[in-house]
C-alpha cells in the first residue's frame, strides 16, 4: 500500500497569514497514463470532508484562489496564501495512483 | 441540488451486521460511482471501497475483503453498504460519497456520515 506522510500535525496560524502543509508519499503518484492522482480534502470541525483539489492542483469550483497545490512524484503542498478563520479544520491528502485508496494522518489548522 | 443522506445511527453487538443506505439525488445515478470512507473516534479518514453506479462493479479494501459488501438500487438511486462480523474496531463514522470521474475521480459530494457503534 502506499503511505501518506504528512506535516506538520497541527498548525496555529494568525489569521492573514500563509500556511503550508506537506503531504509525501512511499512512491511515486505519477500515473502511467502521465496523471498524478493527488487529493486535498478539508474536514471542518462535526462536518464531512469536502474537496478542495484533485490531481495536485486542480481547484475545485468554490474553493478560493487563497488555496494552491503543487507538487510532483512524491512530494506535494498544499499552500493557504492569507489564512481565514473559515479554513479551520483539518486537511487530507489521498491518493488514487494504485489500490488501495489511501490518506494521509491529516493536519489540523487552528487560528491563533 | 446533488445530494447524499445516509440512513441513521446505529448500535450493534460484536459479531452483527450493519447495512448504511447512501440515497443519492439531484443527479445521473448511473453516470456516477459511490465510495464508502469511514473514520474511527477521533481518527483519520480510511478508504473501505468502491461501487460503480452503472454496473455495480466492486473494488474493496482487501482487509476487509469477505466482511463487507457494497450494492446499489438503481431504481431509488440508492447505494448500500453492508458489513459483517462486527467487531469493536468498526466502531467509526461510515460517509458515502460520489466519485466524479470529471474530477479524476475525486469524491466530490459527500453524505452526512452514519454513525456506527459495536458494543456489547
Known amino acids: 500500500d502506499i503511505v501518506m506522510t504528512q506535516n506538520p500535525l497541527s498548525l496555529s496560524v494568525t489569521p492573514g497569514q500563509p500556511a503550508s502543509i506537506s503531504c509525501k508519499s512511499s512512491?511515486?503518484?505519477?500515473?502511467?497514463?502521465?496523471?498524478?492522482?493527488l487529493y486535498w480534502y478539508l474536514q471542518k470541525p462535526g462536518q464531512p470532508p469536502q474537496l478542495l483539489m484533485y490531481?495536485?492542483?486542480n481547484r475545485v469550483s468554490g474553493v478560493p484562489d487563497r488555496f494552491s497545490g503543487s507538487g510532483s512524484g512524491t512530494d506535494f503542498t498544499l499552500k493557504i496564501s492569507r489564512v481565514e478563520a473559515d479554513d479551520v479544520g483539518v486537511y487530507y491528502c489521498?491518493?488514487?495512483?494504485?489500490?488501495?485508496?489511501?490518506f494521509g494522518g491529516g493536519t489540523k489548522v487552528e487560528i491563533k | 441540488q446533488v445530494q447524499l443522506v445516509q440512513s441513521g445511527t446505529e448500535v450493534k453487538k460484536p459479531g452483527a451486521s450493519v447495512k448504511v443506505s447512501c440515497k443519492t439525488s439531484?443527479?445521473?445515478?448511473?453516470?456516477?460511482?459511490i465510495t464508502w470512507v469511514r473514520q474511527a473516534p477521533g481518527q483519520g479518514l480510511e478508504w473501505m471501497g468502491w461501487?460503480?453506479?452503472?454496473?455495480?462493479?466492486?473494488s474493496y479494501l482487501q482487509r476487509l475483503q469477505g466482511r463487507v459488501t457494497m450494492t446499489t438500487d438503481t431504481s431509488t438511486s440508492t447505494a448500500y453498504m453492508e458489513l459483517r462480523s462486527l467487531r469493536s474496531d468498526d466502531t467509526a463514522i461510515y460517509y458515502c460519497?460520489?466519485?466524479?470521474?470529471?474530477?479524476?475521480?475525486?469524491?466530490?459530494?459527500w453524505g452526512q456520515g452514519t454513525m456506527v457503534t459495536v458494543s456489547s
Open positions: 439531484g443527479y445521473t445515478f448511473t453516470s456516477y460511482g
Open positions: 460519497a460520489r466519485v466524479n470521474d470529471f474530477l479524476a475521480d475525486a469524491f466530490d459530494i
Open positions: 490531481k495536485v492542483s
Open positions: 461501487i460503480s453506479g452503472y454496473n455495480g462493479d466492486t
Open positions: 512512491q511515486s503518484l505519477l500515473h502511467s497514463d502521465g496523471e498524478t492522482y
Open positions: 489521498m491518493q488514487s495512483q494504485q489500490l488501495p485508496l489511501t
